[in-house]
């Protein structure tokens, strides 16, 4: 995972929970702390991040503005906004493998435990408390079935894996990455459209 990130790269990536998805396609470079994501949670959603600013466009935001700036430095250690701007906390269950076996063409399937991941993960941006949450709704959180397929290069290109939960059915996330390496621009949306969250919003977010 390391060696996926350590460049620009764009990432897709999916999670489903019953009827409900949330679908996500990004260009980021995690070295330079850029990234610019489209998607739908249900709603569109249109976010990008340059270091530790971050830049919201959501219907379900309540501003005058179109964009909603936020600094990431003043959000909660726990909170779920941090986490989603820390890419590798969306690989987070990698650090719980405890079998895997190739199967062809690059192509690994194994077994994970949530809560070795939660254990090894960084307390940094959520991604303990993640783990751990994900871990709490899990039916066997010592038992997470994924598949994983590797490029030549050892990096990386698809992930998905399935947690059955003691009341949302299947939670089942997709993750695929390509173009590593090709340059990455994020730039900041126009001032004039743009708004700073107010300090009574950070207790929310």
Request: proline share 5%.
């Amino acid at each position: 995972m390391d060696r996926s990130l350590a460049g620009p790269l764009t990432m897709d990536a999916s999670v489903k929970a019953g009827n409900q998805s949330i679908t996500m396609s990004g260009k980021m470079d995690p070295a330079a702390r850029t990234l610019h994501l489209t998607g739908k949670a249900p709603e569109p959603i249109e976010a990008r991040l340059i270091g530790d600013a971050a830049y919201l466009k959501s219907d379900s935001l309540d501003g005058e503005k179109p964009w909603m700036k936020i600094d990431l430095t003043k959000l909660r250690p726990n909170s779920s906004l941090r986490q989603s701007f820390d890419l590798k906390s969306q690989t987070g269950l990698i650090g719980g493998v405890v079998s895997a076996q190739e199967v062809g063409g690059g192509r690994y399937t194994g077994v994970a435990d949530l809560e070795k991941a939660a254990a090894a993960a960084n307390s940094e941006a959520g991604m303990r408390e993640g783990l751990e949450s994900t871990a709490k709704l899990a039916k066997d959180p010592k038992a997470v079935p994924f598949e994983a397929t590797l490029d030549a290069d050892g990096r990386l290109t698809a992930l998905s894996y399935t947690i059955a939960t003691k009341k949302l059915g299947d939670l089942v996330t997709e993750m695929r990455m390509s173009d590593f390496g090709k340059p990455v621009t994020v730039d900041a949306p126009p001032a004039s459209e743009t708004e700073a969250a107010s300090e009574e919003m950070y207790k929310f977010l």
